[in-house]
């Protein structure tokens, strides 16, 4: 569905000195981390989140929700971290969490009420100091104030030991400070100076009930493939080529999967310039037949599901169809209850960089700052939103948008710094998504007119995106790219 218009990550990189984007040795004035929003240090309320025993991820999220249902409206959520258990060690790993709130009319005693409430109300039953929980939230950080009694203390009095609180607090604060008489430094360099886990942690980003979570912080973390099974008779690619008829896909579904899929992207609306659009109804009723035959097997039950669509109401039928990804082109642009739809869903969101709509974009190429950090602060913007909306952190992909509003050689600047885009500052720690496959830029430049023959030159794309970060790839020819995909890793994943 998608059509073309027109180095490696830090091991660490929360720990290190924040890189910001340039043009031209300077930072572009037009990138802000936080872009209108003011970053709030300890004068802010911040709680921390963990969960070792079933469902963790449910808990955390189930957590969050109950938050801002007792009035403690949950403004962002970090990263989330998976990290062996401290103190007590014979016990599940956790799941761990930071999340920034508004806390306005609660004091210290009344919020440390309302957080024990919401333990309770979601089943935690303490057996012994520090060990297995469903979840567990600890105040941390709250107004800049001090506090001390005999059951709390603000702020957390481990939190300046603990990487696992630290981590996820530098996603929201990395330049927050204790508040004025206690422990200099900020929170990253408190993080810098304690010893730090092996190996290093990595975010982690939830995407399938069944799959291990995207792990965009890890060295060794492999590319996932993601399969494009256009239900258009107009795709730029492949319109018309896959069968109407659920039941006859099957062969090329078991096709996909046996050569390396782990992820296959359902589109029933083209996006390529001055096609005609279809309603949500005929959208709908292109790509739900194909969801539900796919999930009614259990072949392909450790298979994700991702709907390419910018349309809020034809998400939510998916989703509820048994979808488990939102692939967004627009990242919330072209319908505004996108956004809002994806946090209720509880889903995963690819957020991608375009501008205009497909009929626009073409005019829409100039970067006066630069492309990578233009491009940086026009996704961080959409971040923003997502998180306004209401979408926790770690449900959020994000997408540099090769062909949409880029020009050939834009396209190509994407892919060749594709990991300095990661590592502008409000961007790290998040897993990326890289569909360059078959693009018009790629039969340009290689001479080959027919989008199906552009074998080669993808395969190029692929293994560039695979050396600049990237977590997953979107391809038309599955066996092959996994193929590359594969031999990239064993090369740049080590």
Known sequence: MRHDRSSNKSSNPIIESSHKCHKNGRQSASFSAYGSRKPLGAEGTYIALGSNIGNRIGYLEAACRELSRAGIRVLRTSALYETKPMYVEDQNSFLNAVCQVNADGYGPQQLLDAVKSIETRLGRQKTIENGPRNVDLDILLHKNIIFHAENLSIPHKLMLERDFVLHPLCDLIPNGTLPPGMASGSFREHLAAIPQSVPPLSSSTPFHPTLPPLTPLSSKRPTHVMAILNLTPDSFSDGGVHPSE???????????????????????????????????????????????????????????????TYRASVAHVAIAAGADIINDVSAGTLDPKMLSTAAELGCTIILMHMRGTPNTMTRLTSYPDGLIPTVASELLTRIHAAEDAGIFRWRIILDPGIGFAKNEVQNLELLRKLGELHECEGLQGYPWLVGASRKGFIGRITAVKEASQRVWGTAATVAAAVQGGADIVRVHDVKEMAQVAKMADAIWRV
């Open 246 to 308: 659920p039941s006859s896909l099957l062969p090329t579904i078991r096709s996909m999967v046996a050569s390396g899929a782990t992820i296959l992207d359902i589109g029933g609306q083209s996006s390529r310039p001055h096609v005609q659009e279809v309603s949500p109804d005929e959208e709908l009723a292109r790509i739900l037949p194909t969801v539900h035959f796919i999930r009614s097997l259990p072949e392909f039950a450790n298979i994700a599901l991702s709907i390419d």
